[in-house]
Nanobody, 123 residues
Framework: VQLQASGGGLVQAGGSLRLSCAAS????????MGWFRQAPGKEREFVAV????????YYADSVKGRFFISRDNAKNTVWLQMNSLKAEDTAVYYC?????????????????WGQGTQVTVSS
């Protein structure tokens, strides 16, 4: 599985962005898909995950109610809709794919990673 993340950019605090992650291969629906982020000088952290069917989602407390993850298995794509952005959301965002279980928030559960897309929120 190859993953290509896009949609990052510069946005003012309070604004919105939608990240996309396009996946290759015919087995996309077998993978739960997650978004992680890494800010400068900090460790990579979990943001959100969606199950293979799209029926289950799970969010980090820091983004709950502001970010929404979704997927379209016919398009091999997962999205992260980010609303009410804050300066502390500034980071490189990565999409990742895993298939051990329904979903997982631990980065070691993921087998494939995209290249990352930069999100910068100005205050």
């Amino acid at each position: 599985v190859q993953l290509q993340a896009s949609g990052g950019g510069l946005v003012q605090a309070g604004g919105s962005l939608r990240l996309s992650c396009a996946a290759s291969g015919r087995t996309f629906r077998r993978y739960f898909m997650g978004w992680f982020r890494q800010a400068p000088g900090k460790e990579r952290e979990f943001v959100a995950v969606v199950s293979g069917s799209g029926g289950s989602t799970y969010y980090a407390d820091s983004v709950k109610g502001r970010f929404f993850i979704s997927r379209d298995n016919a398009k091999n794509t997962v999205w992260l809709q980010m609303n009410s952005l804050k300066a502390e959301d500034t980071a490189v965002y990565y999409c990742a794919a895993g298939n051990s279980g329904t979903y997982d928030s631990r980065d070691h559960a993921y087998d494939y990673w995209g290249q990352g897309t930069q999100v910068t929120v100005s205050s």
